[in-house]
């Protein structure tokens, strides 16, 4: 069983930025694929970005690409979301997942979340 916990949201201006962490416990035996997911008020999830178990791969939705970056630290279990250029439409709760055997955008694919932390972003 895998523990994620989520940190760093807030309350940003719009053109901020926000870098989000989520630090994996519980099995220390693997490494796990990563992802972070959002909901915005009203609306399904939705993927945002992953990164391989290795950190090699990293992938993003298109209304992203250029603005967040996804990384990681396996030595302190922790992956990153560094968000910059922040607009008022990424306004959600931000979750963080992980699957041991899958990476990718797909969110039902992932086995374990973490509760997710707000961001909002203010015009």
């Known amino acids: 069983q895998v523990q994620l916990g989520e940190s760093g949201g807030g309350l940003v201006q719009a053109g901020g930025s926000l870098r989000l962490s989520c630090a994996a416990s519980?099995?220390?035996?693997?490494?796990?694929?990563m992802g972070w997911a959002r909901q915005a008020p009203g609306k399904e999830r939705e993927f945002v970005a992953a990164?391989?178990?290795?950190?090699?791969?990293?992938t993003y939705t298109d209304s992203v690409k250029g603005r967040f970056t996804i990384s990681r630290d396996n030595a302190k279990n922790t992956v990153y979301l560094q968000m910059n250029s922040l607009k008022p439409e990424n306004t959600a709760v931000y979750y963080c997942?992980?699957?041991?055997?899958?990476?990718?955008?797909?969110?039902?694919?992932?086995?374990?979340w973490g509760q997710g932390t707000q961001v909002t972003v203010s015009s």
């Open positions: 997942a992980a699957d041991f055997l899958y990476y990718g955008s797909t969110l039902r694919e992932y086995d374990y």
């Open positions: 519980g099995r220390a035996d693997r490494t796990y694929a």
């Open positions: 990164i391989s178990r290795g950190g090699r791969l990293t």
